[in-house]
């Protein structure tokens, strides 16, 4: 009996342990340390200065989408045409 066909068997699992460990290591290590970069350090604190929610930028930030420009007003999505010359 040899132990290739067991760790084929397993091969799956460890491919498995190791993209969490990567993605873990990334999230929990990799991400808070580059928070203290001073250029993000002060993106992030003129972000809060401004008391601009880092979530609510990726979807207000859309811009024009199939001819509308969108953007939020006091909370309320509001999407106008935009005219055919100006594209």
Known sequence: MTLAPRFHRHSGLLGFGITILVIGTIWLDLLPRLSNFQPIRRHIDRNRHQG???????????GE???FHVRTVAGQIEATKVPLGHR
């Open 65 to 67: 989408v199939n001819g």
């Open 52 to 62: 601009i929610d880092p979530a609510a930028m990726f979807y207000t930030e859309v």
